[in-house]
């Protein structure tokens, strides 16, 4: 059980589009999910927590009109990378929860911004 | 001083070896603590929860000194299979988990 997906795996696009990646918990309810990226040989960094059905809350640093989160069910989160530059090309990963202890970690996405 | 501190390696280790990797947090008020596993291009995968009375799976012993702020785990009888970077990960509450940056161990045949 707890199995989180997201899709899609790999993408590359150019500077100036947008890209969303969904992150679904297939066989539980996530009450909350979180959305991370992780730089090459760098720990994963959290970007926001987000509940469902109300504005995610972001971290330090992270601009929230460029990074949007949608939690529209327990069973999904969006994150949608607008405007894209390079610098923005990293592995994202999401993450599920149904309660305060564990995480379950999708399988990650990997964005290429040319 | 960061949050979660590991030595980042690598350590490459015969096979049948025992490794250790040791991990310190700041957060005094810290409520869970986790191992993760992460593979090369991959997403973490827990390994084991860390408890305060130390807890074991198979070739992995997890301990934790809430004294000393300080998180350990141990792996006996290393396999190639175990080769991947160990991550010390830190509930503070609230759901979030702080991770640090990982120690990449490498098991030699």
């Known amino acids: 059980g707890a199995v989180v997906s997201q899709h899609p795996s790999r993408v590359i696009c150019k500077s100036g589009t947008s890209v969303k990646i969904e992150c679904r918990s297939l066989?539980?309810?996530?009450?909350?999910m979180f959305w991370y990226r992780q730089f090459p040989k760098k720990s994963l960094m959290l970007m926001a927590t987000s509940n469902e059905g109300s504005k995610a809350t972001y971290e330090q640093g992270v601009e929230k009109d460029k990074f949007l989160i949608n939690h529209a069910s327990l069973t999904l989160s969006t994150l949608t990378v607008t405007s894209a530059h390079p610098e923005d090309s990293s592995f994202y990963i999401c993450s599920a929860s149904a309660t305060s202890y564990e995480q379950y970690f999708g399988p990650g996405t990997r964005l290429t911004v040319t | 001083r960061k949050e979660v501190e590991q030595d980042p390696g690598p350590f490459n280790v015969p096979e049948g070896a025992t490794v250790a990797f040791n991990c310190t947090y700041s957060n005094s008020a810290s409520q869970s603590f986790f191992w993760y596993r992460q593979d090369c291009r991959k997403e973490p995968k827990l390994l084991m929860s860390?408890?305060?009375s130390g807890n074991e799976d198979g070739r992995f012993t997890a301990q934790l000194n809430r004294a000393s702020q300080y998180i350990s785990l141990l792996i006996r009888d290393s396999k190639l299979s175990d080769s991947a970077t160990y991550l010390c990960v830190v509930n503070g509450g609230s759901y979030q988990l702080t991770f640090g940056k990982g120690t990449k161990l490498s098991v030699i045949p």
């Open positions: 066989d539980f309810q996530a009450t909350t």
């Open positions: 860390v408890y305060s």
